[in-house]
């Protein structure tokens, strides 16, 4: 069956450009979340998404990193003006129902160089 | 705020040797645990999780973890390893009181010699 699926896998870009990372979740999956992981570091959690509810965007490092999710099904995470420290491999999850004891689902990650 | 420690980023051992992954947490209220494992060139995937009742847990091919609530720990366990477990493993907590936000920790590299 079909799991998160993300686009691109790979991206290289130039400092100071803008990039947006696609991430289709399981369908029927209510939860969403984005996490980036960075040589030698866990995962880093950026924004979660449930429902129709406002977003918890705790997680987003500056103002640089925005994240929209549409129809409550496919998302899109934008960096604005990227910078080197922005390289990382950004990871998206999703779970089937709320609650937090459900497990996360991931995708392949779209690994982000910035040159 | 919650924050996990894992305490080995490397780990290498022979085939058959037993494993034990540390993970601590930094929580007071009611917890959820779990253990993901990712293998080479693959997503992340759930390996076992730990929401209430028997705080030894069984998970897939063979690992298991124990909660020990007195500890903040969830260390991971598995009596002989194989070859194909080589993965890193990220341990990871989520407040069980409505919080969704999942904290993993920075995760701990195995290498099985064959």
């Known amino acids: 069956g079909a799991g998160v699926s993300q686009s691109p896998s790979n991206k290289v870009t130039e400092k100071g450009k803008d990039v947006e990372l696609r991430c289709d979740p399981i369908?029927?999956?209510?939860?969403l979340y984005w996490y980036r992981q960075s040589l030698g570091q866990g995962l880093e959690f950026l924004i979660y998404?449930?429902?129709?509810?406002?977003?918890?965007k705790s997680g987003l490092p500056s103002d640089r990193f925005s994240a929209e999710r549409t129809g409550g099904s496919v998302s899109t995470l934008t960096i604005q003006r990227t910078q080197q420290e922005d390289s990382a491999v950004y990871l998206c999850?999703?779970?089937?129902?709320?609650?937090?004891?459900?497990?996360?689902?991931f995708g392949d990650g779209t690994r982000l160089s910035i040159l | 705020a919650q924050s996990v420690s894992q305490h080995n980023h490397h780990v290498i051992l022979s085939e058959a040797a037993s494993l034990e992954l540390g993970c601590n947490y930094s929580?007071?209220?009611?917890?959820?645990l779990f253990w993901y494992v990712q293998y080479p060139g693959q997503h992340l995937q759930l390996l076992l999780k730990?929401?209430?009742?028997?705080?030894l847990v069984k998970g897939i091919k063979g690992f298991e973890a124990e909660f020990i609530k007195s500890k903040f720990s969830f260390n991971l366990r598995k009596p002989s390893v194989q070859w194909s477990d080589t993965a890193e493993y990220f341990c990871?907590?989520?407040?069980?009181?409505?919080?969704?936000?999942?904290?993993f920790g920075a995760g701990t590299r195995l290498f099985v010699k064959a």
């Open positions: 999850a999703s779970s089937l129902r709320t609650g937090s004891n459900q497990p996360q689902h």
């Open positions: 369908s029927g999956h209510t939860a």
């Open positions: 998404f449930q429902g129709n509810s406002a977003p918890d």
């Open positions: 929580y007071g209220g009611t917890v959820n």
């Open positions: 730990y929401f209430s009742g028997d705080p």
């Open positions: 990871a907590v989520n407040a069980g009181t409505g919080g969704f936000k999942t904290i």
